[in-house]
């Protein structure tokens, strides 16, 4: 089904006749395309029922549909699954909460979202674009093969169901089931579970649990002395998870945790000190926009490390990278992988994850 949409993309040029050069988010028209199939394509893989409702939204239970071999989410606003014929009527209008769930990667605030075309308030022939344009729908392109019309509602690509626990208080935790797409952040319309910021925070903490082990990990948390309040109702009906999703997640978000805290922080001779191979590496992974491929290489070293100076401030951090290997061992993955692994993006991690025994 083709869909027109109003693309975001900033634009840098001159105005005639001036010097100095200007840059302003414009919308661009153009059409997408996002497949329209029957539910009977797309049998449904896990029902959820939530327990309570979390933050205030309706969390009502909901199928995660499985479809060419993924995984499929239903988009959610206040109002329950959103369908598709508003879906396309508010992309039509480049409005952020259609077209950041057809595109996370589109850098603009929904708060300052663009409303007018470039020729219309510019105009070609009164300003110079330069450098040549990047083609502004590059990710959009790539990006809307993960959206999916079924039957009459919207359905987004977002991996595998992870449990999470919500630290509402030092001994409180909500458990809520939500999905492992790390890249997915909210412009009005959501999907089921934590928000983009939420999963970062519980990823940190190593509270994110796979689908076949959240009840053993969830009766640890009580002979901690937690109270835990929520608990979803799972019915797996096609096993499409990993037993090293949910860790290997938690592995990626504390060590970018680490990094950031480290390199923008006083801190930073300590982290290079005690960990400077790994983290220049890992650094110039990311400079270069690669996917780094030592996130569970690193959780290994610092679940690993002794300095004094180290552990003073990253005490917390070390304590959770060990239950991390403990939990990444017990799946059967090594959390120091081979040297022929070392080329390998983070996620050739979770497709060697599916092997595990």
Excluded at 104 to 118: G, M
Excluded at 162 to 167: R, T
Excluded at 206 to 221: D, H, M, P, R, Y
Excluded at 334 to 341: A, G, I, K
Aim: aromatic letters at 8%.
């Amino acid at each position: 089904m083709l869909v027109d949409i109003r693309l975001p993309y900033l634009e840098r040029f001159i105005r005639e006749g001036r010097r100095k050069a200007e840059s302003e988010w414009f919308l661009e028209i153009g059409p997408i395309e996002i497949p329209h199939i029957s539910s009977d394509s797309a049998p449904i893989a896990y029902q959820i029922d939530p327990g309570l409702p979390a933050f205030g939204r309706p969390d009502l239970p909901y199928g995660i549909r499985r479809y060419d071999d993924r995984l499929w989410w239903p988009l959610l606003s206040r109002e329950g699954e959103v369908d598709v014929s508003r879906f396309v009527n508010l992309a039509g209008k480049g409005k952020p909460e259609a077209l950041l769930a057809i595109d996370p990667e589109i850098p603009v605030s929904s708060t300052n979202w663009p409303t007018e075309l470039f020729d219309s308030k510019v105009g070609q022939k009164d300003a110079k674009v330069f450098p040549a344009r990047r083609d502004p729908w590059v990710s959009t392109r790539r990006n809307c093969l993960r959206v999916l019309f079924c039957d009459n509602k919207v359905l987004i690509e977002a991996g595998e169901p992870i449990v999470y626990a919500h630290p509402w208080s030092s001994q409180s935790y909500q458990i809520l089931v939500g999905h492992s797409a790390m890249d997915r952040r909210e412009g009005g319309f959501y999907l089921p579970g934590p928000n983009a910021e939420e999963r970062v925070l519980f990823t940190q903490q190593g509270l994110a649990f796979s689908i076949n082990k959240w009840a053993s990990e969830v009766t640890g948390l009580v002979k901690g002395g937690n109270v835990v309040s929520s608990l979803p109702r799972i019915d797996i009906r096609i096993e499409c998870h990993t037993p090293s999703a949910a860790p290997a997640l938690c592995a990626r978000s504390l060590i970018e945790s680490v990094l950031v805290r480290g390199f923008r922080s006083e801190y930073s001779v300590i982290l290079g000190r005690v960990l400077p191979e790994l983290a220049e590496r890992l650094v110039e992974a990311k400079k270069e926009r690669k996917s780094a491929p030592l996130y569970l290489e690193m959780v290994q070293e610092i679940a690993e490390v002794e300095a004094d100076e180290f552990v003073a401030i990253f005490d917390r951090e070390r304590l959770v990278a060990q239950e991390i290997v403990k939990r990444l061992t017990a799946a059967g993955i090594s959390p120091r992988p081979s040297e022929e692994r070392h080329a390998l993006a983070y996620e050739d991690y979770q497709a060697l994850a599916s092997l595990a025994p």
